[in-house]
């Protein structure tokens, strides 16, 4: 008699990544597939996989989040698209073009794709032991149709919860339990994330307080000025200053996400510091399709970067409506943000200080209920040695009796 299992794929494929944001140790295709009794997660690689049995008798909440990575996707693609397809009103070359035209399509794809498969998501399953990420599920609806499969089969092995009892236990646990956002996806109690009982380690928080952001926001402010003053005086040493700038603003950013990541920032400055990652990126492609824009009409300075440089420079942005829009974008945004993430850090740390000469006012106790004893008086070493206590009176005589 054979003892294989019958598995079926679940829908939805994803990627699991280890590492940083900077440094991608391993990168592992995963899937789902549901078995009679069980779910099985699959890690793959070309040469190994990892395998992960999640019982249904043995599951306690499906963990399912709406994310904005999508949409900053959109918002992604929706901009470069836009882009190209402006600079490729600006060239008269077909070759030129035709590469332009070609890359707003390309975007413009990815833009409808994106759009057309929903919103992105994030998912969990939790048990006893563990609470474990399924990256196959990283589109919302792809997981709700996985979770609508998979909670009848843990009911019933389970067995359902009522609507009183849900109700129940909504007010006894905390409003921000990961499983209770779940609003109990799968009818089944949630894991709390520590037996009663125990003290939850304390979480350890490096004492960063945002010098890196400061350079990064301080640099964001500089260079904005400067694409504004590129409108008006659009010369070969300002062009060198800013290539520096930008290169300068790479490292701070690099150092920023680095030391924020354990630290107490607030999540306002957090996000500054990955918006200005998404900045340079786009400023890198803009560089490219400022480079295709040059190649294509100046074909001779293809293999000289400094006269390629010297040409740009003499491209005036009030006669070239490609590069005065892109200069006043860039400019209005890197201001923008510099702005709000100074503003955000003296916020965070006007919150965080206290004056060294202003202690911190104490509750009044209660008052004492009675005057406390004077302490007893030491003894008086110098005196000889005490003489020993009287003996006690006799009793008095009884009265004769007549």
């Not at 900053?72 to 035209?101: E, K, M, Y």
Request: aromatic share 8%; charged share 10%.
């Amino acid at each position: 008699m054979s003892t294989a299992k019958e598995y079926t794929r679940l829908p939805g494929r994803g990627v699991r990544r280890e590492g940083n944001f900077l440094i991608t140790t391993a990168v592992r295709q995963s899937q789902l597939w549901l078995a009679a009794d069980h779910v099985l997660l699959v890690d793959s690689t070309v040469t190994s996989q990892d395998l992960k049995r999640f019982y249904f008798r043995h599951i306690q909440a499906l963990q399912l989040r709406k994310t904005w990575r999508g949409f900053w996707f959109n918002i992604t693609f929706s901009l470069f698209t836009a882009l190209f397809a402006l600079f490729s009103s600006q060239v008269n070359d077909p070759v030129g073009f035709g590469i332009l035209v070609t890359f707003a399509g390309v975007f413009g794809l990815l833009l409808l794709v994106n759009s057309i498969i929903g919103p992105t998501s994030e998912c969990f399953i939790q048990t006893a032991v563990q609470r474990e990420m399924l990256p196959s599920l990283g589109r919302l609806r792809t997981a709700r149709k996985v979770f609508a499969r998979l909670k009848p089969l843990i009911e019933q092995a389970q067995g359902a919860l009522t609507n009183e009892e849900a109700q129940t236990l909504l007010r006894e646990q905390l409003p921000e339990s990961d499983a209770l956002a779940t609003a109990l996806a799968t009818g089944r109690r949630p894991m709390p994330a520590f037996r009663p009982g125990m003290t939850p380690p304390p979480l350890v928080r490096s004492n960063y307080r945002g010098a890196a952001h400061a350079w990064l926001f301080g640099l964001l402010t500089a260079d904005g000025a400067l694409n504004l003053l590129l409108i008006f005086q659009h010369n070969f040493a300002l062009i060198v200053i800013q290539m520096f700038l930008i290169l300068a603003l790479v490292v701070m950013g690099i150092v920023a996400l680095i030391r924020q990541q354990g630290s107490s920032l607030p999540p306002a400055l957090t996000r500054a510091a990955w918006t200005a990652l998404g900045y340079f990126v786009v400023c890198f492609l803009l560089g490219i399709a400022q480079y295709v824009v040059i190649v294509v009409q100046n074909p001779s300075v293809a293999d000289d970067q400094v006269a390629m440089m010297r040409h740009f420079a003499s491209i005036d942005p009030l006669l070239a409506p490609w590069l005065m829009i892109t200069y006043a974008i860039s400019g209005a945004f890197s201001i923008g943000l510099g702005l709000a993430g100074v503003l955000a850090l003296r916020r965070f740390h006007g919150e965080g200080s206290v004056p060294p000469s202003s202690p911190v006012a104490q509750p009044p106790g209660p008052p004492p209920l009675a005057a406390p004893l004077p302490p007893p008086a030491p003894p008086d070493l110098t005196a000889g040695p005490a003489s020993p206590p009287a003996p006690p009176s006799p009793p008095p005589a009884p009265p004769p009796h007549g």
